[in-house]
């Protein structure tokens, strides 16, 4: 099964572009999930909201939509003493859990986080510490795209993040990989010119795709979909609204 969506869906720009005009923002959810089985949920990287925020979120999407959280940046990118955000985390996903609107957890690494035995040692407690939950493990340095390293995901049962990004040295480039029964793909966008230099963080995802490059994820798509039971596909282009015409276009083309 395939489950196609954004990554996120409250941004201010979209109105016009996606949302009507005029459209009171509680509603916004609620109209995205009438088109979309899927969501990407990128707030709780900056802030863990309350349960009922979240329990707001799953009674306005219907029956089968379900909901990828990404983990707290307290949880990748502060690694030293990150025990007691697991644990607000895991508290903070219940109403999804129980609703069984939970896709996954992703837990998305920065540059930084680089090869070595620590970091390799505390994916394995990251997996612990989510006691079961399903996780798939976004790197952004490509020190990581190793056989080994992907048959170490497999071992804990982590899932990979397959990416769509700019063509810049030691980024990830665009390979189809899955390390768990879930196989899960961003697109980022290829904006090299403001990838690493931008004023302001939406500019990195300012990018509207062509055909012709979304038409190169169609086999990798079908390979991921031979080795898992879902496979979520998310567009991070999200800067006025090409995140959906990026999803309209590649559904058109798997139907």
């Not at 980022?188 to 010119?193: I, T």
């Not at 990838?195 to 939406?202: D, G, R, T």
């Not at 609204?241 to 309209?248: D, K, L, N, Y």
């Amino acid at each position: 099964m395939i489950y196609l969506g954004t990554s996120g869906f409250s941004y201010e720009d979209w109105v016009g572009n996606f949302y009507p005009l005029g459209m009171p923002k509680r509603e916004w959810l609620t109209y995205y999930a009438r088109e979309f089985a899927a969501c990407e949920v990128n707030a709780t990287f900056y802030v863990l909201p309350k349960p009922s925020v979240l329990k707001a979120m799953v009674e306005k999407t219907g029956e089968g939509f379900v909901f990828s959280i990404k983990a707290h940046q307290g949880m990748t990118h502060h690694l030293e003493d990150s025990a007691a955000i697991f644990e607000a985390f895991r508290q903070v996903l219940e109403p999804v859990i129980a609703a069984g609107k939970l896709g996954c957890i992703l837990a998305q690494f920065p540059y930084s986080f680089k090869l070595n035995r620590r970091n390799w040692d505390y994916l394995r407690l990251f997996q612990e510490r989510m006691g079961g939950l399903p996780v798939v493990i976004e790197f952004r340095n490509a020190q990581w795209l190793r056989s080994e390293v992907f048959g170490w995901l497999r071992h804990l049962d982590l899932g990979f993040c397959c990416v769509d990004e700019p063509p810049l040295p030691n980024l990830l480039p665009p390979v189809a990989e899955a390390t768990s029964k879930i196989g899960y793909v961003r697109l980022h966008g290829r904006n090299s010119a403001k990838w690493w230099q931008h004023e302001q963080a939406y500019e990195r995802y300012d990018y509207s795709y062509t055909p012709q490059e979304l038409s190169e994820w169609l086999p990798r798509i079908r390979k991921l979909e031979s080795m898992s039971e879902k496979t979520f596909i998310f567009a991070n282009n999200h800067w006025q609204g090409q995140a959906v015409s990026t999803i309209r276009q590649l559904r058109k083309m798997l139907d």
